[in-house]
Each structure stands twice: as C-alpha cells, then as structure tokens.
C-alpha cells in the first residue's frame, strides 16, 4: 500500500505547510500572554531587589538572579516570536508564488499608475483588504518631507502602525508602498536615487515602506549591473527604533499586456 502523500509529495509538503501555518495565530497570542507575564515578573523582581538591597543581601542577590533568568526568558521568546513571523510570511509569499499567473496581467486603467495601483490590490491580499476598507489610502502623485524637501511618488499605499510605531517607531509597523514611473532604460544611478528618497522619507510615514517600485512603460533590456542591483540592494529603511529591509522592484508594462517584474516579489507586505 502506497503511503499518503506519496502519489504528490510536493502537494502534500504544500498541505502540511498549510496546517502548520493554521497554528501560527494561536502561537502568537500564546507568546504574547507569556510575554506579559514574564515582563510583570520583571517588573516584581526589579522592585523585590530595590527593596531587599538595603534589608537583605542574600535576598537581593536571589533577585538579580532571578531578573537574569527572566531577561533570558524574554529573549527566547523573542527570538521564537521572530521565527514564526518569518515562516507565516514565507510561507503566504510560497502560497501565492503558487496560485500567481507566471505571467501576470496589466488590469485596467486609464494611466500606467492606475493599473499598477489595481495591480498591487489584486495581487495581495493584504493591500486588498485595505484599501477595501480604507480606499483614501491609494494616493496618486503625493509628496512626502524629508529634511524639509519634498520628494514626490507617483504612487502611495500606507497602512498606519500602531501609536507606538508612530511615537517611538517600535510595535507593529503597518507597511508603505512608494512607486515611481521610471526612464525607459534606468541606470543603476536611478536606482540608486530613488532608493535614497524612499530611505530619507521612511521615518515621516505612518508605516514602514516594504515595497520600492519604479514602473516603466516603454520597457527596453536592462543593463545587466541595473537587474542585478535590482534584484540584490534591497533599500534599508528606519522609523525610530525599527529597522527592516524594503524590496527594490522594477515593473515593465509589456507590449502584449503582460507585466515583467524584477524581482518577482510576492507575500510582502
């Protein structure tokens, strides 16, 4: 008798993919109940040590101890959060890779940023949801400050982060997206710019740019030093405390209604 999952291997690791991503929610509120409650057994044992330096050595010392384990605690914690982020949005990028159109259609609409704007909805499920529920949130040719200049794009997606991330620039981030129509035939100069501007206006957004598009409409070969910075110097961006990586793209509209995209980026936001 053949085993399960033998006649498919591959769709079968694509199912067990899928139930092991089912669980990811219910780890996430776990950790963030242990979080609390290793946080409010800090907070016990730093004032059980202010208290006990003055009374009680011995006691103090237990408590530094103690501290030591909870701040290790923490860490690991920390680190198993990180790691179940990182395999939920691999493995939603690996599900739509899956489902995606190799070759991806141009929508509808009336200018090459409209379509890429339909575009981006239709190919996330995340900037679909959004803006179905706040449509504002698409704005064509805005200009954002850095520095007291302002730098336009052609196009803006924002989902806020929450009031931390907007304060102290720690807690969820949201995400941005920032496009721009590019020459025909960029050079890595271009790239270069435009990967300044979108790094200089990341810590006056609400959310943090996870996507930097420069759209071409009259697409010719790219230079072979312009597809590689493309596809390896993702842009670094920083909004107070956070630091992350945003995706560099160039987005070709072809003649026969088709995009190309360098890289082919899916799952992000």
């Not at 103090?60 to 982020?85: H, K, N, P």
């Not at 949130?137 to 200009?143: D, K, N, T, W, Y």
């Not at 609400?206 to 597809?227: F, K, S």
Request: with cysteine; aromatic share 8%.
């Amino acid at each position: 008798m053949q085993p399960a999952g033998a006649e498919d291997p591959i769709a079968a690791i694509f199912d067990l993919s899928d139930r092991t991503a089912e669980m990811v929610p219910t780890l996430r509120r776990m950790y963030r109940y242990t979080a609390t409650v290793v946080v409010v057994y800090l907070l016990i044992m730093a004032i059980l040590l202010l208290v006990s330096l003055r009374s009680d050595l011995f006691l103090a010392l237990l408590a530094v101890v103690a501290l030591a384990f909870g701040v290790i605690a923490l860490s690991l914690l920390r680190q198993s959060d990180r790691f179940f982020r990182g395999f939920s949005q691999r493995h939603r990028a690996i599900r739509l890779f899956r489902d995606a159109d190799p070759a991806p259609r141009i929508p509808e609409g009336r200018t090459p940023v409209e379509r890429l704007g339909r575009y981006l909805a239709l190919s996330n499920p995340r900037i679909d949801a959004w803006l179905r529920e706040e449509p504002g949130a698409l704005r064509l040719r805005v200009e954002f400050l850095a520095g007291g200049t302002k730098v336009p794009f052609d196009l803006a997606i924002v989902r806020p982060g929450g009031s931390m991330f907007r304060s102290l620039g720690t807690g969820p981030a949201g995400f941005a997206l920032l496009a721009r129509l590019a020459p025909d035939a960029p050079t890595v100069a271009d790239l270069e710019g435009f990967a300044r501007d979108v790094a200089a206006v990341a810590p006056h957004l609400e959310g943090l740019p996870a996507r930097a598009i420069l759209l071409r409409t009259h697409p010719g070969p790219l230079a072979d030093a312009v597809y590689d910075y493309a596809v390896g110097h993702p842009v670094t961006v920083g909004h107070g405390f956070t630091r992350a990586r945003c995706s560099l793209e160039i987005v070709s509209e072809n003649s026969d209604g088709t995009y190309d995209l360098i890289p082919y980026v899916l799952g992000v936001p």
